[in-house]
T-cell receptor, first 112, second 111 residues
Framework: GESVGLHLPTLSVQEGDNSIINCAYS??????FIWYKQESGKGPQFIID?????DKRQGQRVTVLLNKTVKHLSLQIAATQPGDSAVYFC???????????FGKGTRLSVIA | SQTIHQWPATLVQPVGSPLSLECTVE??????LYWYRQAAGRGLQLLFY??????ISSEVPQNLSASRPQDRQFILSSKKLLLSDSGFYLC??????????FGPGTRLTVL
């Protein structure tokens, strides 16, 4: 089946800088996209989501951008903190009851 | 508010032994329920999902099975564990078009 992939498997960022985690997807029928943060030994934690009728959505220190033309999704974290260190997963799904399809994950390391 | 529970949190089992992992959701009705497995340092592999009581969809043929005896209960089972069944098992739920949320996970080690 179609899958979601990531451009960068690891990312190291200086504390205080902005982080950008990228994700490419291949299913043109996907209409919902979501980012999760997973800390070691814990379940993934919801960060932010976006539907295909939007191209940008902002949360607290996080922004998700969706470019449907090139099937690209990104997560921007402002003023990255040590607590942001984790693995970040993107996921997408089609309309209806279809399950989420997850990317492989990007490990974000914040350098103090 | 909604809460999802998984137990046990950790489990060490010998090869060939049976397995039963339980997941329950509180504070919602008729959720979609999901079982994922995650190998160390890897991504999430969808194992089973259920859109209603007694309805199970299997994504990957393997040594595991799932059941949904009640609306908010999802059970992952095996009759005989293999070494390759080791991993981090995650249960998740969502309602309609809402966000999918994950439980805390069960760390299974098969020796």
């Amino acid at each position: 089946g179609e899958s979601v992939g990531l451009h960068l498997p690891t990312l190291s960022v200086q504390e205080g800088d902005n982080s950008i985690i990228n994700c490419a997807y291949s299913n043109s029928a996907s209409d919902y996209f979501i980012w999760y943060k997973q800390e070691s030994g814990k379940g993934p934690q919801f960060i932010i989501d976006i539907r295909s009728n939007m191209d940008k959505r902002q949360g607290q220190r996080v922004t998700v951008l969706l470019n449907k033309t090139v099937k690209h999704l990104s997560l921007q974290i402002a003023a990255t903190q040590p607590g942001d260190s984790a693995v970040y997963f993107c996921a997408e799904r089609e309309a209806g009851n279809t399950p989420l399809v997850f990317g492989k994950g990007t490990r974000l390391s914040v350098i103090a | 508010s909604q809460t999802i529970h998984q137990w046990p949190a950790t489990l060490v089992q010998p090869v060939g032994s049976p397995l039963s992992l339980e997941c329950t959701v509180e504070g919602t009705s008729n959720p979609n329920l999901y079982w994922y497995r995650q190998a160390a340092g890897r991504g999430l592999q969808l194992l089973f999902y259920s859109v209603g009581i007694g309805q199970i969809s299997s994504e990957v043929p393997q040594n595991l099975s799932a059941s949904r005896p009640q609306d908010r209960q999802f059970i992952l089972s095996s009759k005989k564990l293999l070494l390759s069944d080791s991993g981090f098992y995650l249960c998740a739920w969502r309602v309609a078009k809402d966000t999918q949320y994950f439980g805390p996970g069960t760390r299974l080690t098969v020796l």
